[in-house]
């Protein structure tokens, strides 16, 4: 039976999940997916901002379902697919980052011995929740703020993200990474996919054009800035990049945007 639980740094030290008001437990969670103690050098500084974003993500779930969303997916994409079917999962555990609706981790539940869905907003869990029961599968939900992941070391044998990094402030990024790498198992695999608008710079002579490519060369426009460079030395030296490839994507409205598509390895 699929089940939420909530996370973040004060959750971590049990070797069940604990109980939550108005929610069922289940049992037998496999210790790959089991809170345990956690060491000094694991407990991150969450970052600052938390309590604003977990408020606006909580109302946009109360007033939305999952399909009301402009990046909303009905089924897993293509390259998740691909990568799963064509490797097998025997007995191992997945983790998906930012779960929103959980179209995403209702699929890797199907496919995976132990599922993890954890997202900011208590409200996205439930309605993810409720797919999984749709859908005849049992993965576990996780309340919690990436990128401090209330887990134990080597947990995840893969880890899949479509949307959370971008959505995480700037200063965060670091850790994501240091986290990604530390739940990972040895040989384990993280696919993310991050997505920036299709936007020509103003004319390079104009104010606004130099202005423009100068904030691109420092970064000062968030998750559009996460280009393959950038995310090439986040990862360094943990993971290994297994590929980065760009492609258009058109949300269900507004403009066209470019997605960009991760593979990355931990030796």
Known sequence: MPSVFTGGPNAIGYTAPPRVPGTRTSTGEDSAVAWEEATAAERKTPVPGGQTRRRRWERRYRRKQGADFIWYLDRAPTELVELV????????AALDLGCGPGVITAYLAGHFAHTVGLDIAHAACRQALQRARDEGVAPT?????????????????F??????????????????????????????????FVSKPMKRFPPIWTYRGARARARWMIGRRGAQFLSHDLLQRLAAPSLQVVSLEDSPYQPSAGPPRTMTRGLFSKP
């Not at 079917?85 to 191992?92: F, I, K, L, Q, V």
């Not at 939900?141 to 044998?157: G, H, K, M, Y």
């Not at 994501?176 to 739940?183: A, L, M, Q």
Request: net charge negative; charged share 20%.
């Open 159 to 192: 880890i899949f993200d479509r949307g959370c990094l971008q959505a995480i402030p700037r200063a965060g990024w670091p850790t994501y990474f240091d986290e990604i790498s530390r739940t990972l198992r040895p040989g384990g695999v993280l696919q993310l």
């Open 85 to 92: 079917e064509s490797h097998g999962t025997p007995g191992s």
């Open 141 to 157: 939900f996780v309340v919690a703020e990436a990128p401090t992941l209330p887990f134990r070391s080597e947990a995840f044998s």
